[in-house]
């Protein structure tokens, strides 16, 4: 029996016993079956469930209706149309005329449609906003939006910023009976809390779905994001990008952004963008039409514990300066290559995700506090923060050392087939144009001193980086056959 027939014999049996149910009901002036046997369906109830409790799952369930029946809304479907360009010879340097077809002389553009979702978070006489993600509207030449009730209004981008995956969008409307939803706290966000996620996860515009947060913090490292993220179960599929992720209160605590998946479907790996992340960046967009970032002039890394100990950091939450931009204001600062960032205006670094995005929210031309350690010591630093530009935080000129140095480990040794009898640092990560690159450090060099002065550990190399105590340095490159000494670099 093929698939079709199955089909219609399985309907014609629904169909059979739907039949049979609607007879034997209307059937109840029967006396044959008006005895005292008889039970018809419809007044049996379906389970026997306590009172106490199936009021509990009743008050949940109101609660569930009641969140649906007045965010949605204020939940919108965003349609885009974005201009792309389709390579000439998507096949390299071989001709299309190999394959019987037309040669294409140059690139052509075209024209793709999207779909996501968003949220309206303010109204402003006629116009109303709505928050969703950059990667939904960001690159978009035509925005729709789309309401629970079927209207559509021509939208408008109001400003986009790629590294928080953030958009605000704008549209006017006659309308005042719009509403907008209400934005919560994240930072009250906890693990095991419910939570709903709407929006239109594969067209499917005013759905609902409904889970509890998995996780809270999770790093966005991994997709280019200075987020951290609330992780939840609630099923997000495509389309959802851009919708809110809301508490049992119907407040805003997320915008769904991504998901982990092998399928590419929802496998319970949400993740959404804390509110209070993009709050600031609200009015930042109306205001100026885009993302204003702070700049510190450092290159942050994580450490592991053995290195931390090594350093005299051994159990401490922080961030790693690996390398400083010269002239930065960490740099004016006094901040230095080699220290560790333990706090932020009396506020605790958690890691390095936390220190970058707390940096970023700081306003240009204000002073910061900062407390470090270097040499197993504490101590405070003032810093002038600046604005963040792709100009300073893309150039390596003035990133020094231009290069980050590893702790000659077993494995280190084996790589670079040295002995036990050479101590130092390897060179690695060399920064093209940096000052590295000019004294022309390699990768897998060693260095085995700073100024004449032996290192034998990474403690020990960056205290020899002290610019309090010198405006140049220069080092020596060792194996087992010599050393050579580099150029000076002066500051």
């Not at 993600?133 to 910023?161: M, W």
């Amino acid at each position: 029996m093929n698939r079709l027939t199955k089909n219609i014999v399985g309907v014609g049996l629904a169909a059979v016993l739907s039949f049979g149910l609607i007879s034997f009901s209307c059937s109840g002036k029967d006396a044959k079956l008006n005895g005292a046997n008889t039970a018809f369906a419809d007044t049996v109830p379906a389970v026997k469930i306590p009172a106490d409790s199936l009021s509990v799952l009743e008050a949940m369930q109101n609660v569930f209706r009641s969140i649906s029946e007045q965010v949605l809304p204020s939940v919108v479907e965003v349609d885009v149309t974005e201009k792309k360009t389709r390579p000439a010879n998507p096949f390299g340097d071989l001709p299309f005329k190999f394959f019987g077809f037309p040669e294409m002389e140059e690139d052509r553009e075209y024209e793709a449609q999207g779909l996501g979702s968003g949220v309206i978070i303010r109204k402003d006489g006629k116009k109303y906003y709505v928050l969703t993600n950059n990667h939904v509207a960001g690159s978009a030449t035509e925005i729709s939006v789309k309401l629970n009730d079927g209207r559509k209004f021509d939208g408008k981008l109001v400003g986009a910023d790629e590294r928080m995956d953030v958009a605000l969008v704008s549209f006017e409307a006659d309308d005042d009976s719009i509403p907008c939803a209400t934005l919560g706290d994240s930072d009250k966000v906890q693990t095991g809390d419910i939570c709903f996620a709407m929006g239109a996860p594969l067209g499917y515009s005013q759905s609902v779905t409904e889970g509890i947060v998995s996780a809270t913090g999770r790093s966005g490292g991994q997709i280019g994001n200075i987020n951290d993220f609330i992780q939840t179960d609630t099923a997000i599929n495509q389309g959802n990008s851009g919708g809110p992720l809301l508490n049992i209160y119907g407040e805003v605590i997320g915008i769904n952004t991504w998901i982990a998946s092998q399928s590419g479907g929802s496998q319970g790996l949400g993740f959404a963008i804390p509110i209070n992340n993009i709050k600031h960046a609200i009015d930042e967009f109306i205001a100026n039409g885009k993302v204003t970032y702070g700049w510190l002039g450092v290159s942050l890394v994580e450490i592991r514990e053995e290195i931390k100990k090594s350093l005299g950091v051994e159990g401490k939450d922080g961030a790693f300066a690996s390398q400083i931009f010269v002239d930065s204001p960490a740099f004016k600062g006094g901040m230095q290559a080699g220290d560790y960032i333990i706090e932020l205006n009396g506020r605790a670094v958690r890691n390095v995700d936390q220190l970058v995005r707390d940096v970023g929210s700081l306003p240009a031309n204000k002073e910061a506090k900062f407390k470090v350690i270097r040499g197993a010591k504490e101590m405070p630093l003032n810093v002038m923060i600046t604005e963040r530009t792709k100009e300073v935080s893309s150039s390596t000129a003035k990133l020094w050392p231009g290069f980050i140095p590893v702790p000659l480990t077993e494995d280190v040794r084996k790589k670079l087939e040295l002995d036990n009898k050479i101590e130092g640092v390897a060179v690695t990560n060399v920064q093209a144009k940096s000052p590295a690159a000019s004294l022309r450090l390699q990768e897998g060099d060693v260095i085995t001193a700073v100024n004449g002065k032996k290192v034998k550990n990474l403690a020990e190399f960056y205290a020899a980086l002290d610019l309090t105590k010198t405006k140049s340095i220069q080092f020596t490159i060792g194996s087992g056959a010599g050393s050579i000494t580099t150029g000076t670099y002066s500051f």
